[in-house]
């Protein structure tokens, strides 16, 4: 861990100057520079001293901050195949998100299996063909640009019934799939 650089960024985030920061810890500027360059590490009671200065406590400052990954690439979906469709996990290990999307390439002829009533909402975006959406004893049409959106307490499903492969953006909440 770089402790220097970490107090740096927080002296910064409240606006202090090395020497206001110094002045409150009853220590030199150039002691605060030196620890924010990585030239020196401060004693237990010091670095205390600073925290305090600083407004945190030492669990908040050593709270592991593993970065959320933003960013999902093509090379990280998770992929299932079958005869009838394709299903790829747009965001991996969604399931502990509050959402959960996938893409779904639905071949001719053909349909999901039917998805039995949960808790929570689905929402699907039509990318390219037609689909039916089966939600209880209804359907619907749903085309390329077009969307849907359900509470999914009732059965459901997708259909294509078209000569052309079906390509749906479906995201559930929370997770399912």
């Not at 810890?25 to 670095?47: F, M």
């Amino acid at each position: 861990m770089e402790l220097g650089v970490k107090i740096k960024r927080l002296r910064l985030q409240k606006d202090l100057t090395q020497e206001e920061l110094a002045d409150r810890c009853e220590l030199t500027k150039g002691y605060i520079s030196q620890l924010e360059n990585e030239l020196t590490s401060p004693s237990i009671a010091t670095l205390e001293d600073i925290l305090n200065a600083l407004g945190t406590t030492p669990a908040e400052f050593f709270k592991d901050e593993k970065a959320s990954k933003v960013v999902f690439t093509e090379s990280e979906y998770i992929e299932k195949l079958s005869e009838d469709h394709k299903i790829e996990w747009l965001v991996p290990n969604a399931q502990k998100n509050e959402m959960e999307p996938i893409r779904v390439t639905i071949n001719p002829h053909t349909f999901l299996e039917e998805d039995v009533p949960h808790e929570g909402e689905e929402f699907g975006y039509v990318l390219s063909g037609k689909i039916y959406l089966h939600l209880g004893k209804s359907a619907y049409v749903v085309k390329k640009g077009e969307t849907f959106y359900y509470s999914a307490e009732k059965v459901h499903r997708l259909e294509n019934r078209s000569n052309e492969k079906a390509v749906v953006l479906w995201i559930t909440s929370p997770p399912t799939f």
